[in-house]
């Protein structure tokens, strides 16, 4: 996987990639040993759409699975210098429904927008965040809120907007 990955010259080699490594096949094969592939694979592909399939699907499939080995490497990833770690460490646990773990969720979000530095503001976390919240609130509607009202000063308009899009009677502006 990594030397088609390494090698590739265009997206679309990654993207094949991507879909090998989620196929249902080689589900057996997909244990934490490959932690370090998808972090050489987030930190690689550097852009939305690469890290966010990797994250939101095989890196998310590891944390529920192994979640006391790969738990404290997303904590690790959420405060990271690298904007593509950070987001992975954001958006792993979309669509993980009731196994999302949120108190993980809640550690992320705030380790990765405080304290306030250079990543923070960056639009990539700022969305992450909203959208890692919007996912949850599907689940756990009662929790995004009270969350939000506790973060709000430290959450982007944009991370706000994103969370309370669906939630009945949140105030979503946020501005």
Known sequence: MSTLWDDADYREEWYAALTMLQAPKHRRWRDVTLLPLYEHMVVTGRWWDVVDDLSAHAVRELLIAHPAAVAPIIGQWARDDDLWRRRAA???????????????????????MTPPDALSGDFFVRKGIGWALRDYARTDPDWVRAFVEEHRAGLSPLSIREATKHLAGAEATGE
Not at 92 to 110: M, R, S, W
């Open 90 to 112: 954001l958006v792993c646990q979309v669509g993980a429904k009731g196994d999302t773990d949120p108190e993980l969720l809640g550690d992320v979000i705030t380790s990765a």
